[in-house]
């Protein structure tokens, strides 16, 4: 006798056979998502699509430099080279920014914090190993590795950063760049444990 059954079908089911990407969501509700993204998610993503970049740009404009530092203090501290790769340009571009003040109080005023906003974004660069962008603030920027912290350890010069972690690479680029090897040793407070590094890299 025939076999008249039909074959099973099995009915895919609708939760396995769509997906949704962060492109699929409305406009309104990507700005919302963005407008809670740190700066470094926020360039991610405008780095991704046209339409990422037309929601993201505006976010990004609106942020202050001093949010990006902020930003490159945590990621150098936690040594996130992707984290601070991507907001380097960002740092980078501020340092270039020219001044548009126009009295000679003003200029003065606005150089004393581009200075220490400098100074921080090498001392952050300093504590990672990242050692490219920190040849690039001293090599691309002009930043002087012999400048003291504005905060935090004012006694502290980013040769003396640099020697409180075991990335002897960059410790030898700042050596290599001329960074002053007296200057730790005029700091007799700072010194301690730092200087277990210094011999490897010379």
């Known amino acids: 006798m025939p076999n008249t059954q039909r074959p099973k079908t099995t009915t895919p089911s609708p939760m396995a056979s ?5 492109l699929d969501l409305p406009t309104e509700l990507l700005l919302l998502i963005a407008e809670h993204m740190p700066p470094s998610a926020l360039i991610a993503c405008h780095n991704t699509s046209s339409r990422l970049r037309a929601i993201t740009l505006p976010l990004l404009s609106s942020h202050t430099r001093d949010r990006f530092l ?3 203090q945590q990621a150098s501290q936690s040594d996130s080279h992707a984290q601070m790769n ?3 340009p960002s740092i980078s571009a501020s340092l270039r920014q ?7 109080a003003e200029a003065e005023a606005e150089a004393e914090v581009d200075h220490a906003f400098s ?3 090498l001392h952050a660069a ?5 050692t490219p962008i920190i040849y690039s603030l001293i090599i691309h920027h002009g930043l002087n590795y012999n400048t003291r912290a504005q905060a935090n350890n004012p006694n502290s010069t980013a040769l003396t950063t640099v020697m409180a972690n075991p990335n002897t690479a960059a410790l030898r680029t700042l050596i290599a760049l001329g960074a002053d090897l ?3 040793f005029n700091l007799s407070n700072t010194l301690s444990h730092k200087t277990k590094y210094l011999h490897r890299a010379v």
């Open 70 to 72: 902020s930003e490159f």
């Open 119 to 121: 100074t921080s974004v």
């Open 86 to 88: 991507l907001l380097y």
């Open 98 to 104: 020219p001044s548009n003040q126009t009295t000679e």
């Open 18 to 22: 769509t997906s949704t990407s962060l």
């Open 182 to 184: 007296a200057e730790p």
């Open 126 to 130: 300093c504590t990672s190993t990242n």
